[in-house]
């Protein structure tokens, strides 16, 4: 793996490149992770092909989210890397990344394949800003992974109490630094939703099974199959919405599927 970056009008993105042969394969993280934490899905994902994947704004080497920060900020980022990239690529976004990816590829033709994990979008847990953004002005980011996973993400506080206790939380620390922000933008922010059955490229949709149906993954991505009808839907089992970290030879081995036989 090696370390490549991008500039966006003054903005470095960095990426974390897995070389290879053929179309490369793009992979966009939503929040609370980075490159990193997608190391393990790059890993298992058995493909010949280069995998990219993008550490956002925010997220250390990259640049900060930067005044006036939107979706479209991280909209035209990805144009950015996908321009530099010089040819076609699969395009696969996670959560957040979900909804850049999707909104880009409006934008754009060339793409390969479109892939996406449970994209989100508003209304996304809105009650949480105000209080993630209490807690990070404070400096106090312990409170922020708090409340990313009770206000936002539903676990409870037994669920919150262990994960106080595994190693993985230190990680989660800083990613939270930029997340007001992040939750604010895509509240703010409205989907292409009438583009999204023009999308040339093949489509999948993956979903967590544990998630159907459910607030607020489940719903949000309701509102993405219901606007995507030419995509794939795949049910990833006995998953919710962190596969990449609970299960990520699961999701290489599916992301590896898509890939090989796009629908």
Do not use: C
């Not at 109490?161 to 989660?172: F, G, H, I, M």
Request: no cysteine; aromatic share 6%; proline share 10%.
């Amino acid at each position: 793996m090696r370390t490549i970056t991008f500039d966006h009008k003054g903005t470095a993105i960095s990426a974390r490149t897995r070389d290879g042969d053929g179309p490369p394969l793009v992979i966009l993280p939503g929040v609370m992770a980075d490159a990193a934490t997608w190391q393990p899905v790059v890993d298992g994902i058995t493909l010949p092909n280069p995998v990219i994947v993008i550490n956002r704004r925010g997220r250390t080497p990259s640049g900060p989210l930067g005044a006036g920060y939107t979706v479209r900020t991280e909209i035209d980022d990805l144009h950015q890397v996908l321009d530099a990239l010089g040819e076609p690529a699969h395009l696969f976004g996670w959560s957040y990344g979900g909804l850049i990816a999707a909104d880009a590829a409006t934008e754009r033709g060339g793409l390969r394949t479109l892939t996406m994990y449970e994209p989100v979008a508003h209304p996304f847990a809105p009650e949480a800003v105000s209080f993630l953004r209490e807690a990070i002005g404070r400096g106090d980011l312990d409170r922020a992974v708090e409340i990313v996973n009770t206000t936002v993400s539903g676990f409870s506080a037994e669920y919150v109490a262990a994960l106080r206790q595994d190693p993985v939380w230190q990680v989660l620390r800083p990613l939270a630094a930029p997340l007001a922000d992040e939750l604010a933008a895509i509240n703010d922010h409205h989907p292409a939703y009438e583009k999204y059955r023009d999308i040339a490229p093949p489509v999948t949709l993956l979903l967590g099974e544990l998630n159907a149906g459910t607030p607020p993954y489940g719903t949000a991505f309701e509102s993405f199959a219901q606007t995507l009808p030419q995509a794939q839907l795949v049910r990833l089992p006995n998953q919710a919405h962190l596969a990449h970290a609970q299960a990520p030879q699961l999701l290489a081995k599916t992301i590896t599927e898509v890939l090989a036989t796009p629908p």
